[in-house]
Every structure is written in C-alpha cells, then in structure tokens.
T-cell receptor, first 111, second 114 residues
C-alpha cells in the first residue's frame, strides 16, 4: 500500500525565516510526486509535479526537490501570505492511478 | 473559466437521513474524483471516474455510499443512511485526463451528521 508521511505536522516561522518541509513516500513504481497548497475553507491547489530523482521545480519563494525516498519543499524568505497547509501526494505507474495524499504540514508565517 | 463547482457548501443533517452532494467538473476534463477530508485521516480518495465510467471505487467506505456520473458535466455522491462518522469535508476534483496528477479541486461540501 502506498504511504506518504509529511513532517513536521505544523511549522511556525517568522517572516523571512527560510525552512523546508519534508515528504517521505513508499510507492510501488512512482509515476509522479505532487505538491499542493490548501488555504482554510478551500480545496487544495496544485503547485508542482516531480517525476524523477534529482528533479527540481521553482515557483516564487517555493522550490520542490525529489530523491528516491523523499521530497522537500523549500521556502525561501517566506511572507505571511505563504501561510497554508502544504500537501504532498504520490501517483503510481500501475494499478490505482489516483493520487494518495499525505496529511500535510500546516505552515504559519508571522510578520 | 469556471472552476469545479460543488453544492451544497454546507449540509447539516440528522443520522439516518439521505445526503446528496453534487459536483460540476471543469468543461473538457475527462476525469473526476471524490475525496473526503477529516482531521484524523486527511484526504482520502473515495472514487474516481474516467470518461464518466467508475474506475476505482475501492475507497468507498461501505454500501451506504454511492456515486454516479450520468454525463460529463455532473456527478453526485450519495450517502444513505448517513451516520455521525460520515461528518467530513467532501471534495470533488477534475483533471484533463487520467494521466495527469494536476487536479482542480472544488471548494468542498462540509457535511455534519448529528
């Protein structure tokens, strides 16, 4: 069974204080790893797709990286508007094709 | 361009009542997903459709849950009879096809069963 574990569960940062969120995964044949952002009372919003170890994607203050066992979401000089829950998900290349999500990291950036 | 539209946004009902949640996917999207989110279990897949056909319903908790997609622009998730443990936020999401992991989520339907 596919497993996705995210850490930490919650993270509080000061504005400008860079940090990383972790996503560890176990999946039989990784088809892709995905990062989503979820604001309170909203549905998740797609951020990145990573397909192979060594791949990196960037968007504004966010950079996602992938290894064979985990992914990191690096947040550089965060702003209060980056406060949200960040979800990681995996998709396998055979069998169930739908995404399996981790439980998320709740990020709070204080001004 | 309209996103995924879900209704109702909030539903409060009593145990034993029937609940129907509705979803209109993004036009042109061929895959539709129903997820359930709770604090304890996070975001769980219930069922997904590809070209209106159910592909994987292994996440549907039990026979009390059923989902239909009569056409490309509409899907329903029905719970009958509802129980307090069904209380959760139910999300519908759509994607262009089954090969992409870029899902577009609706704003969810928050269900409370008393």
């Amino acid at each position: 069974e596919d497993q996705v574990t995210q850490s930490p569960e919650a993270l509080r940062l000061q504005e400008g204080e860079s940090s990383s969120l972790n996503c560890s995964y176990t999946v039989s044949g990784l088809r892709g790893l995905f990062w989503y952002r979820q604001d309170p009372g909203k549905g998740p919003e797609f951020l990145f797709t990573l397909y192979s170890a060594g791949e990196e994607k960037e968007k504004e203050r966010l950079k996602a990286t992938l290894t064979k066992k985990e992914s990191f979401l690096h947040i550089t000089a965060p702003k209060p508007e980056d406060s949200a829950t960040y979800l990681c998900a995996v998709r396998r290349d055979t069998g169930r094709r739908a995404l399996t999500f981790g439980s998320g990291t709740r990020l709070q950036v204080q001004p | 361009d309209a996103g995924v539209i879900q209704s109702p946004r909030h539903e409060v009902t009593e145990m034993g009542q029937e609940v129907t949640l509705r979803c209109k996917p993004i036009s042109g999207h061929n895959s539709l997903f129903w997820y359930r989110q709770t604090m304890m279990r996070g975001l769980e897949l219930l069922i997904y459709f590809n070209n209106n056909v159910p592909i994987d319903d292994s996440g549907m908790p039990e026979d009390r849950f059923s989902a239909k997609m009569p056409n490309a622009s509409f899907s329903t998730l029905k719970i009958q009879p509802s129980e307090p443990r069904d209380s959760a936020v139910y999300f519908c999401a759509s994607s262009r096809d089954s090969n992409t992991g870029e899902l577009f989520f609706g704003e969810g339907s928050r269900l409370t069963v008393l």
